[in-house]
């Protein structure tokens, strides 16, 4: 007979391991199965991006962001003191370069405030002072934000799992489905070969696959994962100490995306990046990307074609400096005017899961479907890699008090259908 686990985790990110991690620890008598689909873990997302601790400076007050950020920042660094994982505390400049940007800067200092992040409000002076390479009007100072490497994170935070009890089951693709009363059952592909796994509950942490996961359980969603690419450039090693912090610039707020900064990398390096722009495959993490299956289920969403029209000219303007280095550099030379074009050196892109309505709105915050044996995260914005800890926690939360009303529903049911003793 095969074995029933109490829980079955899908996906391998930071935010499905934290999930499975922090499950063991609360029920260390019950079983629990982490699937992934690669040969390792963090291969997507969680391995792309730029490795911040991000301190939440641009997120609105009382949403989950604002709130999962706040306390990633101090879980993140705690985890990795914990576990000698390499922090580097070296904060981060958020600068403005024209009048709007100022007016913008001034916005997200008096969020800062309603969030409870200490920041400093630097003036043209002040910035050169901190960084001679920097030209701006000003800045905002944030001095929590550190560099990690998440992908080192993650992995420790699957070992401690496995020590607790855990199973993790790699190179395993998930390719069904199915949902009873009693359990779940996951048909999967593994070393070539069909395999199935049961649950008595599955939690999906899908990531880019996330909307395809609700689908094959039949979950009523309106939601659909458009992908965004994310290209970066690495500076030559003699730049490594051209900024002394993370440089960002001021951000649209209409948009989700934080603009092509500096970043200073946890190897010592320095990089460039990401701007955004249209991807054309989920997992096409090399210049040239099509996939026709995930480009038909684009072009069949109307929310697609809705917020590609409403961000048009943003995004033909990524799209142009994406194959124009030279435009790519303005964004960049108008805050650091020392990097040339030879400076920008390939490096690898990343993939952003961006969760849009039917309608053609961009998710900016959590969002979440469930069946009754089921609970999935449909989207995780950024910061989730340094919200990480927080939202395991929070969806174990949320499972948890998912059970005791299914237990509290089963026993008024059990209480209705009793026969009723003669007096």
Not at 51 to 67: C, R
Not at 317 to 327: F, H, L
Request: charged letters at 20%; one cysteine or more.
């Amino acid at each position: 007979m095969n074995k029933v686990y109490d829980y079955i985790v899908i996906g391998g990110g930071i935010v499905g391991v934290s999930t499975a991690w922090q499950l063991q620890l609360r029920h260390p008598d019950k079983s629990i199965l982490l699937i992934e689909k690669e040969s390792g873990l963090s291969r997507h997302q969680t391995g792309h991006n730029s490795g911040v601790i991000h301190a939440g400076v641009y997120y609105a007050p009382g949403s989950l962001k604002a709130e999962f950020c706040k306390a990633g920042v101090e879980a993140t660094t705690a985890f990795c003191a914990e576990h000698d994982i390499p922090v580097e505390n070296c904060g981060k400049l958020l600068v403005a370069t024209n009048a709007v940007e100022v007016t913008r800067m001034q916005a997200l200092y008096q969020r800062c405030s309603e969030n409870g992040i200490d920041v400093e409000l630097l003036n043209e002076q002040e910035l050169k002072q901190r960084e001679p390479n920097i030209v701006g009007l000003g800045a905002i100072a944030v001095s929590t934000t550190s560099i990690v490497n998440y992908r080192l994170v993650t992995e420790k935070m699957a070992q401690v799992f496995a020590q607790l009890g855990g199973t993790v089951s790699l190179g395993t693709q998930v390719t069904a489905i199915e949902e009873s009363a009693d359990q779940v059952v996951v048909s999967a592909i593994q070393d070539q070969q069909s395999v199935s796994f049961s649950g008595l509950f599955l939690v999906a942490c899908s990531g880019l696959m996330a909307d395809r996961v609700t689908r094959m359980m039949g979950i009523p969603t309106d939601f659909q994962i458009v992908p965004y690419r994310g290209e970066y450039y690495r500076l030559p090693a003699k730049y490594n100490q051209i900024v002394n912090h993370l440089i960002y610039p001021i951000p649209d707020p209409d948009l989700p995306f934080l603009g092509v900064h500096l970043t200073r990398m946890i190897d010592g390096s320095v990089t460039v990046g990401p701007n955004a722009v249209q991807g054309w495959k989920r997992e096409g993490y090399g210049r040239i990307n099509i996939s026709l299956t995930d480009i038909a289920d684009m072009l069949r969403f109307p929310g697609f074609w809705k917020v590609t029209a409403k961000h048009l000219k943003t995004g033909l303007i990524e799209t142009k400096n994406s194959w124009w280095k030279a435009g790519y550099l303005k964004l960049v030379n108008k805050y650091c005017p020392k990097i040339e074009l030879q400076d920008l050196q390939p490096y690898p892109a990343g993939i952003r899961a961006q969760a849009v309505m039917k309608d053609g709105t961009l998710v900016h915050d959590f969002l979440f479907a469930e069946s009754p044996r089921s609970l999935h995260v449909c989207n995780a914005p950024s910061p989730a890699a340094t919200s990480a800890i927080p939202i395991g926690g929070y969806i174990c939360d949320k499972i948890a008090a998912k059970q005791q009303v299914d237990v509290v529903s089963s026993s008024v049911k059990n209480v209705a259908e009793a026969p009723v003793s003669a007096a």
